[in-house]
T-cell receptor
């Protein structure tokens, strides 16, 4: 089983649509969870951290279910500028106490006019 | 805003040659990392570095790889004898602290092409 698994997509949605991405992780001892965004041939950039209580940042809502080892990202009112690859990222767990990030394959989103 | 910088942006080398990829982390950060991303694949952890020594390394980080912080600002990744499969984007990252929700900031990457 992959350490962090995502639906690779691609997701093609019109502007204004709501889109949801899902992610599962295999290490139940993982401690911290993130969504990063990666534009084509660029570095990953932190979009938002994901907390157990769920959290929202503008049009973006992230949820974490530790029991199911499941993370989600919801984007409302999609903009053209949201087109990117969204990376589910997990940190921590046994033997990884020094900040190692484990990345999923990424989900490609294209928002069209 | 402070940022991580990397040089060169693109490095082309012949198989078997040594390469050194350079990074300048954010100045007050204490933890430093290298990741790589082969074209079309996921970002993979290579190594973390703290207090002038390796904290953790992945299976990818074999004897061909080494890291160094030669002065107070630079953080380097050396590949001693490059292979074709080393062709990838190499990202340096840094963070103030390692655990919890401390953010890792990534540099723009060095694209390594091994011919």
């Amino acid at each position: 089983r992959k350490e962090v698994e995502q639906d690779p997509g691609p997701f093609n949605v019109p502007e204004g649509a709501t889109v949801a991405f899902n992610c599962t992780y295999s290490n139940s001892a993982s401690q911290s969870f993130f969504w990063y965004r990666q534009d084509c041939r660029k570095e990953p950039k932190l979009l938002m951290s994901v907390y157990s209580s769920g959290n929202e940042d503008g049009r973006f809502t992230a949820q974490l279910n530790r029991a199911s080892q499941y993370i989600s990202l919801l984007i409302r009112d999609s903009k053209l500028s949201d087109s990117a690859t969204y990376l589910c990222v997990v940190k921590g767990g046994p033997g990884t106490s020094y900040g190692k990030l484990t990345f999923g394959q990424g989900t490609i989103l294209t928002v069209h006019p | 805003e402070p940022e991580v910088t990397q040089t060169p942006s693109h490095q082309v080398t012949q198989m078997g040659q040594e390469v050194i990829l350079r990074c300048v982390p954010i100045s007050n950060h204490l933890y430093f990392y290298w990741y790589r991303q082969i074209l079309g694949q996921k970002v993979e952890f290579l190594v973390s570095f703290y207090n002038n020594e390796i904290s953790e390394k992945s299976e990818i980080f074999d004897d061909q790889f080494s890291v160094e912080r030669p002065d107070g600002s630079n953080f380097t990744l050396k590949i001693r004898s490059t292979k074709l499969e080393d062709s990838a984007m190499y990202f340096c990252a840094s963070s103030l602290l390692a655990g919890g929700y401390n953010e890792q900031f990534f540099g723009p990457g060095t694209r390594l092409t091994v011919l």
